[in-house]
């Protein structure tokens, strides 16, 4: 029996007094393309920064891999990794944010080759090699020297999930990888994610475009006020959602 | 609304007239005085109580030369250890340990807190306090020996600099968008290397034209280690004129080199901070 790439218990997170994570468990199959809705601060990126330790959670536990991320159990108690400890366990995910966040004084070359020369200390050469590779999966083969400031938005995009993909990551975490682009360069990176789903990776993606939910996703999950309402196959949630909060959100956004 | 085959009547053809150029009075009569002032100026300085002949003499001399050579040199090394430990301590200042925090907070408050030309002084009379310095069982030595005007004026200027740049360094650090720490962790890059490969480098086109300023500032703030007997080029040129009395010629040829250093820093600085821009939309089109 297979087990979950990752395995969500009953997380919960504060920022002050706000709660942004009420209880979450949820688990992510390996292969599977799950797609995160849900209205603006109901805590999607919240969850998505927890998988990858750029935030710590209050309570709960997340394991990734069978491994339990941030801490450790010993002798009864749980004991704070350290950040090298940290960093390891980050390999795992690649992240692709809203903002892109490329390396602006780098090239699109570089900004994919920085990670896997720097942290896993792998062969330059080798890794140059597998970065023009990446570059031409996602459409870009030409623009290998350019600069993030001679890209344009969905170009800059597209290199950023290239860099995400060059650490080789069992898991990728998108945070509304679209919603900063012009609905004409929207396309071109949605197709990247498609293709990339077609190649087996498992994703969590956060978006508000329902179409790419219906289409690639195989699970849907809304969320509300930091808790998960609904969760199911992307045809029943989008198509027929069992709660009221759920068709309210689907009838405001379409 | 009317549909409108043809343009609205009234408004004349302009195309084969020109704009006619103004003459400007009172921008004319303003230089005219300012030549008039500078004239003045020099002529009084011409006919003034100065030898030029020593000062064209003196400014090629060998002990000017050699004083120059070592106000830059001084005044790089001192840069360099301000840049070394503002860079540290601004990255101590930002870091979520509290011992490093006050430790770095300390530094900046000693060093900006007191005159420079004070920490000169301390440094190099340092042998009044510890007679012999060194490695207990290791390696000693006579404090007197070590603390060398060279020693001294490096350690007062680059120290008392540091606590500047630190918090030039800081503001630049400050300027690198959140999400660049951010992507740089989610690649998992460490603290330190994040600092130093991601975010140093895009501080560094902030931070230069400050720096470039603090620069300048060292050249002549190295002049203050002429009380600690460090042979820089005001030093020597006093030491000239306590033997032949020309003072003002010589103030004046330190000044000359004074000048002419600061103005070769200026295009200098342009190629740095090109080399920092670069990925960044060009500033200077
Ligand atoms: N670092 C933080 N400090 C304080 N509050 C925060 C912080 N990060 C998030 N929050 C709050 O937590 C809540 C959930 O934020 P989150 O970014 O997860 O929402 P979201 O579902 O991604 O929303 P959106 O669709 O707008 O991106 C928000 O109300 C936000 O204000
Ligand atoms: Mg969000």
């Known amino acids: 029996m297979t087990k979950p790439l990752v395995a969500i218990r009953s997380v919960s997170k504060a920022f002050g007094e706000f709660q942004a994570l009420r209880n979450v468990s949820l688990d992510v199959w390996p292969g599977e393309v799950l797609c995160l809705i849900g209205a603006s601060g109901s805590g999607k990126t919240t969850l998505l920064r927890c998988i990858n330790q750029l935030t710590v959670i209050d309570s709960g536990g997340i394991w990734l891999d069978g491994e339990m991320l941030g801490v450790r159990e010993e002798g009864g108690k749980l004991r704070r990794l350290t950040d090298r400890q940290i960093a390891r366990q980050r390999l795992k995910t690649g992240m692709v944010f809203q903002r892109f966040n490329l390396f602006p004084h780098k090239t699109a070359l570089e900004n994919i080759t920085e990670g896997p020369v720097q942290v896993q200390g792998r062969n330059p050469g080798e890794v140059r090699a597998e970065a023009i590779e990446l570059l031409r999966r996602v459409g870009l083969a030409t623009k290998a020297d350019s600069y993030p400031s001679q890209l344009s938005g969905g170009q800059q995009q597209r290199v950023a999930i290239a860099r995400a993909l060059a650490m080789k990551p069992m898991l990728m975490l998108f945070d509304e990888p679209t919603s900063a682009l012009d609905p004409e360069l929207v396309g071109e990176v949605l197709a990247v994610m498609k293709e990339l789903a077609q190649s087996g990776m498992t994703m969590m993606v956060v978006t508000h475009e329902l179409g790419f939910a219906r289409e690639v996703a195989d699970r849907v999950v809304y969320m509300d006020h930091g808790a998960i309402v609904e969760s199911g196959r992307a045809a029943d949630v989008l198509g027929a959602p069992r709660e009221a909060r759920t068709r309210a959100f689907l009838a405001a956004v379409i | ?285």
Not at chain 2, 239 to 249: G, L, T
């Open chain 2, 1 to 285: 609304m009317r549909a409108a085959p043809t343009l609205a009547e009234g408004f004349p053809d302009l195309s084969q007239m020109q704009i006619a150029r103004e003459i400007h009075w009172r921008r004319w009569l303003a230089a005219a005085a300012i030549v008039v002032v500078l004239a003045a100026i020099a002529r009084a300085f011409a006919n003034g109580q100065i030898e030029w002949s020593y000062v064209s003499r003196f400014l090629t001399a060998k002990v000017i030369l050699q004083g120059i050579v070592n106000t830059m040199v001084m005044a790089v090394l001192a840069m360099a250890l301000g840049i070394v430990l503002g860079a540290v301590a601004a990255i101590m200042r930002l870091s979520p340990n509290p011992v490093l925090k006050s430790v770095a907070a300390g530094y900046t408050w000693l060093f900006r807190g007191t005159p420079l030309i004070l920490q000169l002084l301390l440094w190099f009379n340092l042998a009044l306090v510890f007679p012999t310095i060194g490695i207990p069982g290791l390696w000693t030595a006579r404090a007197v020996d070590v603390m060398t005007p060279f020693l001294a004026a490096l350690l007062g200027l680059g120290i008392n600099q540091g606590a500047y740049t630190s918090e030039v360094m800081r503001a630049g650090m400050l300027s690198v968008d959140a999400g660049q720490y951010e992507a740089a962790q989610a690649i998992g890059l460490g603290r330190l290397r994040a600092l130093r490969r991601i975010i140093l480098p895009q501080a560094m086109r902030v931070v230069i034209p400050p720096l470039g300023n603090e620069f300048i500032g060292m050249v002549k703030a190295t002049s203050l280690a002429s009380v600690i007997q460090y042979p820089e080029v005001l030093h020597n040129a006093e030491n000239i004129y306590y033997a032949n009395s020309r003072v003002i010629e010589l103030l004046i040829v330190a000044g000359c080199w004074y000048l002419l250093v600061v103005s070769i820093l200026t295009p200098l600085q342009m190629l740095l901070e090109r080399h920092f821009a670069r990925g960044t939309a060009r500033i200077n089109r």
